[in-house]
């Protein structure tokens, strides 16, 4: 099974997650959520927006745009892969969101599984990526990405295919709180 950055970040959330839409097969219909869907069609808009344009500011030697990578258990679509005047390559991601003085994991995680893909797929380390924030007028931020961060989603790339694989019914999150807004909560036995 080829794995998504959605794969782990939901995994990452709580493992239940994970046994729930992919032994089950019990959909989380995302589809539903405006921003979501709003956020696919700007990621489509400003790929074609920004074709031409080179982020000099940050270093940039060459840009790939709209890039998908794969190895043998993730895959996903970088909106850009950077190579830096340093030789190394950063992701570069689109959100659809105001930058709120605050990095969600979920983009940290989402760009250490670019990371991952990228060092695969390049042969280039990555030591940080970037956010494009479309809604506070296209505000960029760096953001570092550790070894620990690319170890963090490759043993949540393990856990992901052992529960799969093994039909095995993981513990839940011991974040009560994230029970609350998740899909599953009806269905899941904590």
Do not use: W
């Not at 990621?43 to 927006?49: G, T, W």
């Amino acid at each position: 099974m080829s794995l998504t950055p959605s794969h782990i970040i939901e995994y990452l959330f709580c493992p239940r997650f994970t046994y729930f839409e992919y032994v089950l097969g019990i959909p989380q219909y995302e589809e539903r959520y405006f921003k979501v869907m709003k956020g696919r069609n700007m990621h489509e808009i400003k790929l074609v927006r920004n074709k031409d344009y080179l982020r000099k500011r940050i270093g940039v030697k060459e840009k790939y745009l709209d890039q998908y990578l794969t190895n043998d258990s993730l895959r996903g679509v970088v909106d850009e892969v950077l190579l830096l005047e340093d030789g190394t390559m950063a992701p570069l991601d689109y959100k659809f969101a105001k930058y709120e003085e605050k990095l969600f994991k979920t983009y940290k995680t989402q760009l250490s599984c670019y990371a991952v893909l990228i060092e695969d797929n390049f042969n280039k380390k990555v030591n940080k990526g970037y956010l494009v924030y479309i809604r506070s007028k296209n505000k960029l931020l760096e953001v570092e990405i550790r070894e620990s961060d690319k170890t963090e989603v490759k043993k949540a790339m393990e856990g992901i295919l052992k529960i799969i694989h093994q039909n095995f019914y993981p513990k839940a999150t011991k974040y009560k709180a994230k029970c609350i807004t998740c899909t599953y909560r009806n269905i899941c036995t904590r």
